[in-house]
Nanobody, 114 residues
């Protein structure tokens, strides 16, 4: 599975960004896909996940602000991020679980200025 993430950038606090992840594989066949982020000096943490049955889960820190969604026809997963905060600054990665293997896309930088 090859994943291509895009949509990061620089935004002021309170602003919005939409990340996109294009999959080389039919996402309906993938157990679940998700967005993860890693700030400098920190480990990579889960932000939001979406199962093949369209069940979503979110980290507590982003609940009510971020929304994960998908377009099965385009094999894409999105992360709509609203009311961004400086602490959301990180490199965001798209991940896909297929069986026992997790695949990663390249990261996209999100920087939120105060």
């Amino acid at each position: 599975v090859q994943l291509q993430a895009s949509g990061g950038g620089l935004v002021q606090a309170g602003g919005s960004l939409r990340l996109s992840c294009a999959s080389s594989r039919n996402i309906f066949s993938i157990n679940f896909m998700g967005w993860y982020r890693q700030a400098p000096g920190n480990k990579r943490d889960v932000v939001a996940t979406l199962t093949s049955a369209s069940i979503s889960n979110y980290a507590d820190s982003v609940k009510g602000r971020f929304t994960i969604s998908r377009d099965i026809a385009k094999n894409m997963v999105f992360l709509q991020m609203n009311n961004l905060k400086p602490e959301d600054t990180a490199v965001y990665y798209c991940g896909a679980n297929l069986g026992s293997t997790r695949y990663w896309g390249q990261g996209t930088q999100v920087t939120v200025s105060s």
